[in-house]
């Protein structure tokens, strides 16, 4: 459906709950339900997920698409880094609406002015560590990216998985938990030296949620079960911990430092299944 020409202005404490509710349109299977908190949490500039990231930019602008009848149509986050002439564009929703979308990214690149630009470069606080554009999701951006003159580039695979029954899941390692200092739990098999041979990382389930952070095991004992017997065991705590449901992200794009196919196999075999791709995306000479 076509929308009429829209209208920019600075985001106001009174767009709360109008935002909430594009946002939270957008949501991919696996991912909370955004609050006003995590709302809060990402107009300020700050996020867990690439914590290191956000302290280098400067202060967010947040600006929201207002329409003839006065009403909150869409949302663009955006910023420069502070020791580089690099605007970012972080986060924008507009319910895909094509020429909504292509007006939040025309008016994003204006105010930021600089040559270099990069789109949704990382993940945000409205997510749990949604890195980059859910392209299948958000095709009506995508487009409105691409006609801006950006080029994505296809990073990451996000998957997704349902916990039911422990007896369902792969057996485990035995690997007991431990708690990181970033509030993860943590789980790893020693070999015979007592260094650690294979290890996974989880994070606590948030809304019966619970994501698979990291799994590796060191070459020399690969083809063994071992990563398989990880998984089971994170699978089992996540379930223990109240999880109904589990997701991933794998960096088996263009960049990936390594071949990830092998991975790709292995959580497949257990039960994960694709949900997208996730892009990000540049224009202009890039540092």
């Given at each position: 459906m076509a929308t009429a020409a829209v209208t920019m202005r600075s985001y106001e404490g009174g767009d709360e709950a109008a935002v909430l509710?594009?946002?939270n349109e957008d949501r991919l299977p696996g991912q909370p339900v955004v609050t006003a908190g995590m709302l809060g949490e990402a107009l300020a500039g700050r996020s867990e997920i690439d914590a290191g990231w956000w302290?280098?930019?400067a202060p967010p602008r947040t600006d929201v698409a207002v329409d003839a009848s006065g009403r909150v149509v869409g949302v663009v986050s955006y910023a420069v880094l502070r020791a580089a002439?690099?605007?970012f564009i972080l986060w924008l929703h507009c319910r895909e609406d094509e020429r909504v979308a292509s007006a939040l990214v025309e008016h994003a690149c204006t105010e930021l002015g600089t040559e270099s630009l990069r789109a949704f470069d990382f993940s945000s606080a409205l997510t749990r560590g949604v890195e980059a554009l859910p392209v299948r999701h958000r095709q009506a951006t995508h487009r409105a990216l691409e006609r801006a003159g950006f080029t994505g580039e296809d990073l990451?695979?996000?998957m997704r998985m349902p916990l039911g029954s422990p007896e369902l899941l792969p057996r485990g390692s035995g690997a007991m938990a431990q708690r990181?200092?970033?509030?993860?739990?943590g789980m790893a098999v020693r070999g015979s030296t007592g260094q650690?041979?294979?290890e996974v990382v989880v994070g606590p389930p948030v809304?019966?949620?619970g994501v698979l952070w990291w799994i590796s095991v060191e070459q020399a004992v690969r083809g063994r079960g071992l990563g398989r017997a990880l998984i089971g065991s994170a699978l089992r705590l996540l379930v223990e911990l109240g999880a109904r449901e589990v997701v991933l992200y794998v960096d088996d794009g263009p960049r990936a430092d390594e071949d990830r196919s092998a991975a790709n196999r292995l959580y497949e075999s257990v039960g994960f299944t694709e949900v997208d791709r996730l892009w990000f995306y540049t224009r202009g000479p890039q540092p």
């Open positions: 509710g594009i946002v302290e280098q930019l002439e690099v605007g990451w695979r996000y990181r200092e970033d509030g993860n739990l650690a041979v294979g809304e019966g949620t």
